[in-house]
Protein backbone atom coordinates (compact mmCIF):
# COMPACT_ATOMS: atom_id res chain seq x y z
CA UNK A 1 0.00 0.00 0.00
CA UNK A 2 1.34 3.42 -0.95
CA UNK A 3 2.25 5.61 1.78
CA UNK A 4 -0.16 8.42 0.53
CA UNK A 5 -3.20 6.17 0.95
CA UNK A 6 -2.00 4.82 4.40
CA UNK A 7 -2.16 8.16 5.26
CA UNK A 8 -4.96 8.71 4.01
CA UNK A 9 -6.90 5.87 5.51
CA UNK A 10 -4.64 7.09 8.61
CA UNK A 11 -6.55 10.27 8.92
CA UNK A 12 -9.74 8.70 8.36
CA UNK A 13 -9.42 6.23 11.49
CA UNK A 14 -8.25 9.05 13.72
CA UNK A 15 -11.71 10.71 12.76
CA UNK A 16 -13.75 7.59 12.99
CA UNK A 17 -15.13 8.82 16.84
CA UNK A 18 -16.74 11.70 15.08
CA UNK A 19 -18.17 10.01 12.34
CA UNK A 20 -19.28 7.14 14.38
CA UNK A 21 -21.62 9.19 16.56
CA UNK A 22 -23.48 9.81 13.44
CA UNK A 23 -22.80 6.31 11.56
CA UNK A 24 -25.36 4.62 13.10
CA UNK A 25 -28.53 6.72 12.67
CA UNK A 26 -27.45 7.47 9.06
CA UNK A 27 -26.99 3.97 8.26
CA UNK A 28 -30.68 3.25 9.99
CA UNK A 29 -32.40 5.28 7.16
CA UNK A 30 -34.93 3.43 4.97
CA UNK A 31 -32.46 2.85 1.62
CA UNK A 32 -33.49 1.19 -1.72
CA UNK A 33 -31.18 0.89 -4.65
CA UNK A 34 -31.29 0.36 -8.15
CA UNK A 35 -30.83 -3.12 -9.43
CA UNK A 36 -27.26 -4.59 -9.07
CA UNK A 37 -26.76 -2.39 -5.41
CA UNK A 38 -27.53 -5.64 -3.50
CA UNK A 39 -24.18 -5.88 -2.36
CA UNK A 40 -24.35 -2.20 -1.36
CA UNK A 41 -28.09 -2.76 0.61
CA UNK A 42 -26.60 -6.64 2.03
CA UNK A 43 -23.44 -4.48 4.02
CA UNK A 44 -25.92 -1.64 5.00
CA UNK A 45 -28.18 -4.51 6.67
CA UNK A 46 -24.79 -6.15 7.93
CA UNK A 47 -24.08 -2.43 9.47
CA UNK A 48 -27.22 -1.81 11.24
CA UNK A 49 -27.04 -5.75 13.07
CA UNK A 50 -23.32 -4.79 14.01
CA UNK A 51 -24.87 -1.50 15.58
CA UNK A 52 -27.64 -3.09 17.30
CA UNK A 53 -25.27 -5.70 18.67
CA UNK A 54 -26.80 -8.95 16.69
CA UNK A 55 -22.97 -9.21 15.33
CA UNK A 56 -19.81 -9.19 17.23
CA UNK A 57 -17.33 -8.37 14.14
CA UNK A 58 -17.72 -8.15 10.14
CA UNK A 59 -18.60 -11.69 9.28
CA UNK A 60 -16.02 -12.97 6.75
CA UNK A 61 -18.29 -13.43 3.75
CA UNK A 62 -19.34 -9.66 4.25
CA UNK A 63 -19.93 -7.88 0.94
CA UNK A 64 -16.37 -5.75 0.03
CA UNK A 65 -17.37 -4.85 -3.82
CA UNK A 66 -17.36 -1.01 -2.61
CA UNK A 67 -14.30 -1.02 -0.65
CA UNK A 68 -11.63 0.77 -2.79
CA UNK A 69 -8.51 -1.12 -4.12
CA UNK A 70 -5.99 0.72 -2.44
CA UNK A 71 -7.51 0.04 1.17
CA UNK A 72 -8.08 -3.71 0.74
CA UNK A 73 -4.74 -4.35 2.39
CA UNK A 74 -5.34 -2.22 5.43
CA UNK A 75 -9.08 -4.16 5.28
CA UNK A 76 -7.38 -7.05 6.49
CA UNK A 77 -6.30 -7.24 10.62
CA UNK A 78 -3.27 -9.10 11.48
CA UNK A 79 -5.14 -12.42 13.05
CA UNK A 80 -6.68 -12.24 9.00
CA UNK A 81 -10.48 -10.77 10.24
CA UNK A 82 -11.61 -7.81 8.50
CA UNK A 83 -11.01 -4.40 10.02
CA UNK A 84 -14.42 -3.22 11.36
CA UNK A 85 -13.48 0.63 11.55
CA UNK A 86 -12.03 0.22 7.61
CA UNK A 87 -15.21 -1.59 6.04
CA UNK A 88 -17.43 1.49 7.96
CA UNK A 89 -15.52 4.08 6.43
CA UNK A 90 -15.13 2.33 3.07
CA UNK A 91 -19.04 1.67 3.26
CA UNK A 92 -19.77 5.69 4.41
CA UNK A 93 -18.04 6.69 1.64
CA UNK A 94 -20.15 4.04 -0.80
CA UNK A 95 -23.21 4.84 0.44
CA UNK A 96 -22.11 8.34 -0.25
CA UNK A 97 -21.01 7.95 -4.05
CA UNK A 98 -23.95 5.99 -4.75
CA UNK A 99 -26.77 8.62 -3.04
CA UNK A 100 -24.71 10.95 -5.55
CA UNK A 101 -25.03 9.00 -8.82
CA UNK A 102 -28.94 7.81 -7.62
CA UNK A 103 -28.12 4.13 -7.34
CA UNK A 104 -29.17 4.33 -3.57
CA UNK A 105 -31.84 6.66 -2.57
CA UNK A 106 -34.42 7.21 -0.07
CA UNK A 107 -38.07 6.56 -1.23
CA UNK A 108 -39.96 9.39 0.46
CA UNK A 109 -37.24 12.18 0.09
CA UNK A 110 -37.16 14.97 -2.48
CA UNK A 111 -33.58 15.18 -2.59
CA UNK A 112 -32.40 11.43 -3.11
CA UNK A 113 -34.69 9.61 -5.45
CA UNK A 114 -34.62 7.53 -7.68
CA UNK A 115 -33.77 8.32 -11.40
CA UNK A 116 -36.08 6.39 -12.62
CA UNK A 117 -39.05 7.27 -10.18
CA UNK A 118 -38.70 11.26 -11.78
CA UNK A 119 -39.35 9.31 -15.02
CA UNK A 120 -42.34 6.93 -14.12
CA UNK A 121 -43.30 6.26 -10.75
CA UNK A 122 -44.88 2.37 -10.31
CA UNK A 123 -48.51 3.22 -10.84
CA UNK A 124 -48.21 5.16 -13.84
CA UNK A 125 -45.75 2.73 -15.33
CA UNK A 126 -48.29 -0.08 -14.24
CA UNK A 127 -51.01 2.20 -15.76
CA UNK A 128 -49.36 2.74 -19.01
CA UNK A 129 -47.28 -0.47 -19.50
CA UNK A 130 -49.22 -2.11 -21.88
CA UNK A 131 -49.41 0.51 -24.64
CA UNK A 132 -45.64 1.64 -24.33
CA UNK A 133 -45.14 -2.31 -25.33
CA UNK A 134 -47.36 -1.75 -27.98
CA UNK A 135 -46.26 1.41 -29.45
CA UNK A 136 -42.60 0.33 -29.29
CA UNK A 137 -43.89 -3.27 -30.75
Not at 28 to 50: E, K, V, Y
Not at 51 to 76: I, M, S
Given at each position: ??????????????R??????????F?????????G????????????????????????????????????R???????????????????????????????????????????N????????????????????
Amino acid sequence: MATADRGFIDELRARYPHLKRYLPTFLSLPFAATLGMQPLLTALDLARRLYAGDLKAVPDDAPLQFVPAAWRRALWQEREQLDRLVWELALAFAVRDALRAGDLYLVDSRHHVSFWNLVYDETRWQAERHQAYVTLQ
